[in-house]
């Protein structure tokens, strides 16, 4: 699909085409990957969010994993010397 843009202050544009000139691609690949991550930055924002909670429930499940292989394992060194 095709989006065409009018009266764009030639100023920005002479930053757009600096910025476009320093990594190398074009205007218009510089102005696509732009729109594209507007576009999709929320979606991100919220699948990057669901995963640090993720992560976070994780931890703590793994925490209390650890604490319990530390109790059986104090429980089992106790039965061992009985």
């Keep these: 699909m095709d989006i065409f843009l009018r009266n ?3 100023i920005a544009v002479k930053k757009i085409d600096e910025m476009a000139k320093k990594k ?3 205007r218009q690949e510089l102005l696509k990957a732009v729109i594209e991550k507007s576009a999709y930055e929320k979606e991100q924002n919220e699948k ?3 995963n640090e909670m993720i992560i976070s429930k994780n931890i703590i499940v793994m925490e209390k994993m650890t604490e ?3 109790r059986l394992e104090n429980l089992l060194y106790e039965l061992m010397e009985e």
């Design 24 to 26: 190398s691609i074009s």
């Design 8 to 10: 764009i202050d030639p």
């Design 68 to 70: 319990a292989v530390e």
């Design 48 to 50: 990057d969010m669901r």
